[in-house]
């Protein structure tokens, strides 16, 4: 029996990259022929000033198999890969960029070894970055290497645009905020545990200039944290903030043993003592206590968060019997 034709969505979220598009079209185009894909495009316009949409509008009439999503405005590459893995209809999902950095040519050997290797997902790595060293090449070292320490996900490039998935996987992520630098933590965070990666060229860009500014390491390093957080506590916030509670509650409470243990004494033995509050233990006193109930507060509130998602329901079930 012959094998079912497997079908690619291409996602392309795009900002401002006009000059890129029929030169990126084609060189797709040109991979797909040479192999039995059945595909769809989806562009996603992240709210582009240029003539972005008038070119897709072009392309989608020449060729039925792409489909073109216009933002209102500029949301972010992550809202466009959201909005593409939403409509995304095949087997196997691969999102690349659209300024011509990455080579389509990778796309086959990706999509195998999703398809036959059995990978949920499979992330390019620029061995050979084309970018510029300081701008990008050595902050990106780093974080990459403060990403696999903290995920544990064995990547040596977290952030490159050209992904490859199985579709069920990009159906049980939710990419927010400018989540689209951690996308294998989210992955791994939805239970899918074999993540590959595959070394390929890399281009320098050809028109237009890159879209992201260099708070992005800033960025990148604050939502580095909030993942390290949501990997490790985001089940029982309790035990993270009621440790860091007692903890706070045990030097409030010993220092409150000392201020008044000492005045006792003073004042039982007819020394002069010096006011509780001209004492520094009864300040380190107050501040614990105050951190104390604040810390337990935190560690409530996202109990009762945690709670009404379950309440919701809101599990990823992978396979169901009857
Ligand atoms: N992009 C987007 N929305 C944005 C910023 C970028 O859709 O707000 C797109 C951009 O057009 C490109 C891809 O995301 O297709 C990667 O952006 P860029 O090449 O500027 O990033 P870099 O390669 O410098 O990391
Ligand atoms: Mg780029």
Not at 13 to 34: C, D, G, H, Q, W
Not at 168 to 197: T, W
Not at 241 to 248: A, D, E, L, N, T
């Amino acid at each position: 029996m012959e094998k079912r034709r497997i079908k690619l969505s291409i996602i392309i979220p795009l900002l401002n990259e006009a000059e890129s598009l029929p030169e990126l079209y084609e060189r797709i185009l040109s991979v797909l022929k040479t192999h039995p894909y059945d595909y769809e495009m989806i562009f996603v316009d992240d709210g582009s000033n240029d003539h972005s949409w008038k070119v897709l509008k072009q392309l989608a009439a020449k060729d039925p198999r792409i489909k073109a999503y216009r933002f209102r405005k500029n949301y972010g590459k992550s809202q466009a890969l959201h909005l593409g893995f939403k409509e995304a209809s095949g087997d196997v999902v691969v999102t690349m960029d659209a300024d011509l950095q990455d080579d389509p040519a990778e796309i086959p050997e990706m999509v195998r070894m999703v398809a036959d290797e059995g990978y949920d997902m499979v992330s390019c790595w620029k061995k050979k970055r084309k970018d510029p060293v300081l701008k990008k090449n050595l902050p990106s070292k780093i974080f990459n290497w403060a990403a696999r320490k903290v995920s544990g996900i064995p990547l040596h490039d977290f952030n490159c645009g050209l992904k490859v998935y199985r579709s069920d996987v990009v159906k049980n992520i939710s990419v927010y905020g400018e989540m689209h630098r951690f996308i294998p933590f989210l992955v791994k965070q939805a239970g899918f545990k074999k993540i590959g990666e595959k070394p390929v060229r890399h281009h320098p860009r050809k028109y237009g200039k890159t879209k992201f500014g260099s708070d992005r390491f800033i960025k990148g390093v604050l939502d580095l944290i909030s993942l390290w957080f949501l990997l490790r506590f985001s089940k029982r916030p309790m035990y993270l903030f009621g440790s860091m509670g007692i903890i706070m509650f045990i030097i409030g409470f010993i220092s409150v043993l000392i201020i008044f243990g000492v005045k006792a004494y003073k004042l039982y033995h007819g020394i002069p003592t010096h006011l509780v509050t001209d004492r520094p233990w009864f300040y380190i006193a107050l501040t614990a206590v105050i951190l104390g109930i604040q810390f337990f507060l935190a560690g409530f509130l996202g109990e009762m968060i945690l709670q009404q998602r379950h309440r919701d329901g809101d599990y990823a079930v992978s396979e169901k019997i009857n």
